[in-house]
């Protein structure tokens, strides 16, 4: 399967604690993305990866994410100190250009106790 | 005003009728705009993408895109069960050089049978 893969498929961490999701995109994207769903909501975007380099970051993105892509393949979403408010579905997404659209993984569902 | 509206729903239709969902964007320099399909529980799906003005079809479905009312819809010719999801209407705006995907809240559809 050469669709974009997400790991974990779910997380359950205590208020407080850190953790860390990977993504892996389809090979040929140079392009990637995360994004936040919450129920009845669509997803909202939070950064942006051409190759290595992140290029743009969402106000929701507060500092404690952090977000790395650090050979142009893989990337990390690290979320510290969970909060409740953090719980979601984390997706992330590839593309190959500019104008193309997204291919999403399986997601991560959070749940932060 | 949000930058995607859809009307959230729930829409129902019975099988094998013309099911016509609808999309508004705000921001007038988009240029590339995207319908997404998304089961319960799973990520959204593309299934479809249209960036000129007027009708694209593929298959049962049908994208129409009027940039000058800033408009989008998604016809479901003979609608099936298989098809009850929530169905996202998304864009990539004009502005600024990342030009992410944004995302209306989705329309939940329902297929009777």
């Known amino acids: 399967d050469t669709g974009v893969s997400q790991n974990p498929r779910h997380k359950i961490t205590k208020r407080g604690q850190n953790v860390t999701f990977r993504c892996d995109p389809i090979?040929?994207?140079?392009?990637l993305y995360w994004y936040r769903q919450t129920l009845g909501q669509g997803p909202e975007f939070l950064t942006y990866?051409?190759?290595?380099?992140?290029?743009?970051k969402s106000r929701l993105l507060s500092d404690r994410f952090s977000a790395e892509r650090p050979k142009g393949s893989f990337s990390t979403l690290e979320i510290q100190r969970t909060e409740q408010g953090d719980s979601a579905m984390y997706l992330c997404?590839?593309?190959?250009?500019?104008?193309?659209?997204?291919?999403f993984g399986s997601g991560t569902r959070l749940t932060v106790v | 005003q949000k930058e995607v509206e859809q009307n959230s729903g729930p829409l129902s239709v019975p099988e094998g009728a013309i099911a016509s969902l609808n999309c508004t964007y705000s921001?007038?320099?988009?240029?590339?705009f995207f319908w997404y399909r998304q089961y319960s529980g799973k990520s959204p799906e593309l299934i479809m993408s249209?960036?000129?003005?007027g009708d694209k079809e593929d298959g049962r479905f049908t994208a129409q895109l009027n940039k000058a009312s800033q408009y989008v819809s998604l016809l479901i010719r003979d609608s099936q069960p298989s098809d009850s999801a929530t169905y996202l209407c998304?864009?990539?705006?004009?502005?600024?050089?990342?030009?992410?995907?944004?995302f209306g809240s989705g329309t939940q559809l329902t297929v009777l049978p």
């Open positions: 997404a590839s593309s190959p250009g500019q104008n193309y659209g997204y291919t």
């Open positions: 090979s040929e994207h140079n392009r």
């Open positions: 998304a864009v990539i705006n004009g502005a600024g050089s990342a030009r992410q995907l944004t």
């Open positions: 990866f051409q190759n290595e380099a992140q290029l743009e």
């Open positions: 249209i960036y000129s003005n």
């Open positions: 921001d007038r320099g988009s240029q590339s």
